[in-house]
């Protein structure tokens, strides 16, 4: 993990570990604690070897005893390490959620029709919680075991140096070693999670499209595309599992070594009169001590180089900067009347091919305007800028007379109602959808705006009424009730400025009625646009715009454009003759 780079990772955290650091120094101080218990236990090894050799039961037990609540000691501090680090290291984990999360619902809906949900879905919740994992075991068992190496190799330099000096010949070698599998496994571990990233957005993708991919036939087609990633996936993280397979024994010989050194040279140091072989013993407690830390801390730092792979993937994420942000100077955007300007607007996607191009338009405070033109004229872009879901790159866009620019982009969002033409519910209750985005709701207004929108009768037939849990994407309930429900989010919004996006085309007669019903009572003294794909939606608006290429070729009522014989005219012939 990063942190064990100090150029790179422990700067980038520092944020996240900062406010925890009271607990953090809490834990620190019982490791501290389960630390110095090391080379007393050490100490008391050895002299229970002597007692034993000497036969002397009576000390033997009293060593046992002070021995014994060692132990006890030991294990109480150990508790609170493990409890302290556990909780520092879930609140970390949460407060970086909290902040990726935060920082996606930044940025602009373009980002979102490139990046993979499956991706963003993974690097939320695998991703944030390896780094978290890897936190607690870097204070909790990384730390500990290089402060329990320092006491206990202290301890065996005072009881013998020479002996200690000896050993040391092999630890470079072990080091080198272990750095060295610790960065190709960083390597293999960043492939791997790039590979079960696109594994995960391919089973969302299959789970949210079964309906399509049930329809086409197409179970063995993305069958065969599911073990394409999974197989890419196993390959990535087998060539990680071997690196460790080699790694392991690699060391276990060089440790093996080191203890064969260790009797060698012990024998030596008691024969020349430098150790008693009470010492001794004591000092192969102390080596034997060591094994476990030196074994915890490779693979500390095995997964510390695995989930340095995470933290470059959350860290690439909140690098994203959003498209579209509040200006230093941002005001609140005012209770608006509803009038609307495009003043020479133009618009691309991509550098050099314009979408919307040198508009101009004024609709008036309760006017209802339709939008029509044939796929790709511009319609939904042109009405994606009045939210500011993207940027101009020229012109104005003007509200009662104020820039959109120069207000605060949620004061401004929330005087818009969108009913788009597929309704999308989040999981949780009728009510919970009808009141979205609201933090304080009443219920007699949730119902108000559920009878506005011809919704509430069929809401009361349900289990649990307004309670009733409407499934994920709202798959418990019709076509029709999901669009009626969403109508009834916008009436409780209560919106100076409609977004309609052909919210009927997908609806049979009974509940297009009940929709259209609701939506008319909705539009009633707001201004409204309307982007239609059926020209009978668009009979009774105000005015009718034709788009072509981001540019209004046409413009008049529904009677006035057809008799001008013109591309609405084209339109209307085709649809209805």
Request: hydrophobic share 50%; charged share 15%.
């Amino acid at each position: 993990m990063q942190l064990m780079n100090p150029g790179r990772g422990i700067d980038i955290l520092i944020p996240y570990l900062r406010p925890q650091w009271p607990t953090i120094a809490r834990a620190m101080a019982c490791t501290l604690g389960f630390t110095i218990f090391w080379p007393i236990l050490a100490q008391l090894a050895g002299k229970i070897a002597g007692f034993i050799g000497a036969g002397n039961v009576g000390a033997t037990a009293q060593v046992a005893a002070i021995a014994a609540l060692v132990f006890l000691l030991r294990g109480a501090v150990q508790y609170g390490q493990d409890a302290l680090m556990a909780k520092a290291a879930l609140a970390i984990s949460l407060s970086l959620r909290q902040r990726t999360c935060a920082h996606l619902l930044t940025l602009s809906p373009g980002y979102f029709t490139t990046a993979k949900s499956g991706d963003i879905s993974y690097r939320l919740t695998e991703d944030i919680d390896r780094i978290g994992e890897a936190i607690n075991k870097f204070f909790h068992q990384f730390v500990p075991c290089i402060l329990q190496l320092l006491i206990l190799l202290g301890y065996m330099i005072y009881l013998n140096w020479q002996l200690t000096a000896a050993t040391f010949i092999i630890a470079p070698g072990m080091a080198i070693l272990i750095g060295w599998f610790g960065e190709k496994l960083r390597i293999y571990s960043h492939r791997s999670q790039s590979r079960i990233s696109d594994l995960s957005a391919l089973i969302a993708e299959v789970v949210s499209g079964i309906r399509i991919v049930q329809a086409f036939a197409a179970e063995e087609y993305t069958l065969q595309r599911f073990s394409h990633e999974a197989q890419r996936h196993t390959a990535a993280r087998y060539a990680a599992e071997r690196l460790k397979a080699i790694q392991f024994p690699a060391i276990g010989f060089l440790e093996a070594l080191a203890v064969l050194l260790l009797f060698l040279l012990g024998g030596w140091q008691i024969a020349a009169g430098n150790l008693t072989g009470a010492d001794f013993v004591s000092y192969c407690a102390a080596v034997a001590l060591l094994i476990d830390p030196i074994s915890i801390t490779t693979s500390n730092y095995n997964e510390f180089k695995q989930v340095e792979a995470s933290v470059d993937r959350i860290f690439e994420l909140l690098a994203v900067t959003p498209q579209v942000v509040d200006t230093p100077n941002a005001i609140v955007m005012p209770p608006v009347k509803g009038l609307v300007e495009y003043r020479q607007v133009s618009f691309a996607y991509e550098p050099g091919q314009m979408v919307i191009e040198n508009l101009n338009l004024v609709v008036e405070p309760g006017e209802v305007i339709a939008l029509v033109g044939a796929s790709g004229a511009g319609k939904t872009t042109m009405i994606n800028l009045l939210p500011r879901f993207y940027d101009i790159l020229s012109g104005e866009i003007l509200i009662d007379g104020i820039n959109i620019r120069d207000v605060q982009l949620a004061s401004w969002r929330r005087q818009i109602g969108i009913v788009p033409q597929e309704t999308l519910l989040f999981s949780g209750t009728i009510a919970e959808n009808i009141a979205f985005g609201q933090l304080d709701w009443d219920t007699t207004a949730v119902e108000a705006a559920a009878k506005a929108a011809n919704a509430h009768q069929f809401i009361t037939e349900m289990p649990e009424g307004y309670y009733t849990g409407v499934g994920e994407r709202g798959v418990n309930l019709s076509g029709g009730q999901r669009q009626r429900i969403a109508i009834a989010r916008a009436v409780l919004l209560d919106p100076r400025i409609l977004i309609l996006d052909e919210a009927t085309s997908a609806l049979d007669a009974e509940s297009e009625a009940l929709v259209q019903e609701a939506l008319e009572r909705l539009m009633q003294n707001r201004t409204v646009f309307i982007i239609a794909h059926r020209l009978a939606t668009v009979r009774r608006c105000d005015r009718i715009l034709v788009l072509e290429r981001g540019r209004i070729i046409e413009e008049g009522t529904h009677q006035q454009l057809l008799e001008r014989g013109g591309r609405y005219a084209s339109f209307h012939a085709q649809q209805f003759y």
